[in-house]
């Protein structure tokens, strides 16, 4: 797709404290469970390209939803879990330039 429908997006880095990856990967993988409640949430991803290293990609259909999602459940989940973060999750807005959805 040349031209996507879901422009507006986040990537996050989140790192574990020592000993807490899998506590962080258990938290991370319910909060599916969070993004499929929020109606602007278009896509979400949680990964994890080192044991104490992940992502989350989001996508939304414009940017209210995306402001919405900023002050949403899965934000307030990993405020209320600071104990199993190495540092501050690093989020950033994104712009999707192009997509290829199935």
Known sequence: ???PS???AFVAKIVA???QHDALATLL???VDLANEEEGTIVW???RTDPNTFW???AFRDEAARNVHANGAIVEALTSNQQLLGAAPEILPA???AVKLP
């Open 1 to 3: 797709m040349s031209a």
């Open 6 to 8: 879901l422009p507006y």
């Open 56 to 58: 989350i990609f989001d």
């Open 17 to 19: 404290a020592d000993g």
């Open 95 to 97: 712009d999707v330039l």
């Open 29 to 31: 993988a319910s909060a």
């Open 45 to 47: 991803f949680a990964v």
